[in-house]
């Protein structure tokens, strides 16, 4: 997978599990059903956060850090 396509598919998944954080409010996933000790709106809004959270924490890491060194190398070796 190139370098591309890799980051739309990144982007993709985190915002199709951003969107399934609001089924809740359109009455899907929304019964008082208990899943552990969270209902069950809550636990799936909490699942899709974690997940989210380590997409976010994967392209900071793959992306925007790599992406920093560069401009600092830059600017260390007079570039502007």
């Known amino acids: 997978m190139t370098f591309k396509k890799t ?3 990144i982007i993709v998944i985190f915002f199709v599990v951003y969107a ?3 089924l809740p ?3 899907i996933l929304n019964t008082l059903d208990w899943v552990g000790p969270f209902p069950l709106p809550m636990a799936w809004v909490l ?3 974690v997940i989210n ?12 850090v790599p992406f920093a060194r560069r401009m600092e190398k830059a600017k260390a070796g007079g570039a502007d």
């Open 25 to 27: 409010n359109f009455n």
């Open 47 to 49: 699942l899709l956060n």
């Open 53 to 64: 959270t380590l997409v976010i924490w994967v392209i900071y890491r793959n992306y925007f």
């Open 7 to 9: 980051h739309h598919l």
């Open 20 to 22: 399934l954080t609001f």
